[in-house]
């Protein structure tokens, strides 16, 4: 019988393929956007940053922060999904895979309160993901888990995979 | 813009777009305003990018644009008592923006009711003829009567 991988390795491979997937999307860069993970769970994270400010009275995260988070959010999970797939079938060796990003077709932003000079967190869930198009929930906060300060939903065009 | 209400109600919304942190790191800029209607700008630029394989501009800063110029749109209406807010905000994409490019978002706020202000708006790469994406938003009234 084959010896199950020891957790390292694994947990090792699963980490640098999300760190090359993070890194290979400037804009996360520019927003300070990191990704959290726990198994396949992701949590993205958006500390907070003078220069995300929309309204300096408030003050308040601008509200084009806070759609750039969700939707960065929602092409991350769909993408990983992806990898995850790779990674489990075993179809893809040490080295990280190489996928094509999902491309938006729309995203609505449904703004529930103003977003505050915090750190502000999301997770997405796939709502339903075919070979063409995909539907993506998102959901930010920030203290309060449950208190969410943006909602979103988008549609967006999946990539060919090979084959 | 001959009325001096108008303009000045240009002039401080132009101000205003132009002091909001964000849409400076993003490099805006405020071509025309006045009227309920605004069209900012924003250039190219490297660290904005979505994916590094075809250089297109994240959908995340044409939404800052869109947002940006839609709240301009509303504070610029002269029914508007001041401030405004997103309330939520659909945006379309129709095509990648050309890499390279200066991206331009026209906003128009069509109408107005005591507590909400209703927006469209279009962005163009350097061609307008096709447009990049749009956009459909409603905005709230901040300071006016319920």
């Known amino acids: 019988m084959k010896r199950p991988e020891p957790v390292q390795v694994i947990k090792q491979r699963r980490d640098a393929a999300l760190q090359k997937l993070v890194a290979g999307v400037p804009y996360m860069q520019f927003l300070g956007i990191q990704i959290d993970r726990r198994g396949d769970e992701l949590t993205a994270i958006l500390p907070f940053d003078d220069k995300l400010i929309g309204n300096p009275m408030l003050p308040a995260l601008h509200g084009g922060v806070t759609a750039a988070f969700l939707e960065v959010m929602a092409i991350m999970e769909l993408s990983w999904a992806m990898i995850w797939e790779d990674m489990e079938s075993g179809r893809v060796s040490d080295d990280a895979p190489r996928i094509h990003l999902p491309k938006t077709i729309d995203f609505t932003v449904d703004y529930l309160r103003s977003g505050l000079p915090r750190d502000a967190y999301a997770r997405a869930r796939i709502n339903r993901s075919g070979r063409r198009y995909a539907s993506v929930h998102v959901e930010a906060w920030q203290d309060n888990r ?18 | 813009m001959t009325d001096p209400e108008t303009a000045r109600r240009a002039l401080m919304a132009r101000k205003f777009i132009e002091a909001i942190p964000y849409a400076r790191v993003l490099g805006m800029d405020v071509v025309d305003i006045g009227d309920g209607r605004a069209v900012i700008g924003m250039n190219y630029d490297t660290r904005l990018v979505g994916d590094p394989e075809t250089g297109v501009i994240h959908g995340g800063a044409v939404s800052a644009l869109m947002d940006t110029c839609g709240g301009a749109a509303v504070m610029s209406h002269p029914a508007a008592p001041g401030g405004t807010a997103t309330l939520d905000l659909r945006i379309d994409y129709m095509r990648p923006a050309k890499p390279g490019d200066r991206i331009t978002a026209t906003a128009e706020c069509y109408h107005m009711t005591r507590s909400v202000a209703f927006v469209r708006a279009t962005a163009v790469d350097g061609d307008p003829s096709r447009p990049v994406a749009t956009a459909t938003g409603a905005f709230t009234i901040e300071g006016g009567k319920r």
């Open chain 1, 146 to 163: 449950a208190r969410l300060f943006a909602q979103a939903t988008g549609h967006f065009l999946m990539p060919g995979r090979d084959g």
